[in-house]
């Protein structure tokens, strides 16, 4: 008889816990879900804003390594030093609120990447002949790690392969033939 009355009783305690627990259960998958989808909502969010960002950080770049036929064929550029207007751009107040922008939205690596690049800028002597080469370099991976920050985590490509459509020589220097 007893071992009835404990069967019983746990019976009685498993139809009474069965419920209180499914209902936690219940609330915690949905914080849990809740939690999920705002991270993403809020991931959305910060992608469009990298991207602008990024457009902004890269612009400058964007001036300095295109052709300069292609510049000139641009009515509006006629008379306008390609090279001055990119380093007047990286110069102004703006370009320095998208460096901060960046510092504070991007991820870590792409932050560091940026710091690299800026930093071997920096320290380019004017009116010395400089080697485009390592620049280049830290340019293809601050490339990289803006294409791995927008999606595209498992990239296999590198620096040079970031290079190679803007760049005629990209294999050359890659090869070491340059």
């Known amino acids: 008889m007893e071992d009835n009355s404990w069967i019983e009783v746990l019976t009685a305690i498993g139809s009474v816990a069965t419920p209180i627990l499914v209902l936690f259960l219940s609330s915690i998958g949905w914080k849990a879900k809740k939690d999920i989808e705002r991270k993403v909502e809020l991931e959305n969010k910060l992608r469009d ?7 902004q950080i890269l612009d400058p770049f964007i ?3 295109m052709p300069e ?3 000139r064929s641009d ?3 006629k008379g306008k030093n390609k090279e001055e207007i990119a380093t007047n751009n990286m110069l102004s107040l703006e370009y320095r609120r998208y460096g ?3 510092a504070l939205m991007a991820n870590d690596a792409v932050v560091l ?3 690299n690049l800026m930093q071997h800028i920096y320290n380019i002597q004017e009116n010395e002949e400089t080697d485009f080469v390592p620049l280049l370099k830290l340019l293809g ?3 990289v790690e803006i294409r791995k920050s927008m999606g595209n985590e498992s990239t296999k490509l590198n ?4 290079c190679e459509w803007w760049m005629s020589d990209a294999r050359k220097i890659k090869n070491g033939q340059l």
């Open 159 to 162: 620096h040079w392969d970031m």
């Open 69 to 71: 036929t292609a510049w």
């Open 113 to 115: 990447s940026y710091n």
């Open 141 to 143: 991976e601050f490339l």
């Open 75 to 77: 009515k509006k550029n």
């Open 49 to 55: 804003d990298r991207i602008d960002i990024y457009n």
């Open 63 to 65: 001036i300095l390594l």
């Open 100 to 102: 901060f922008k960046l």
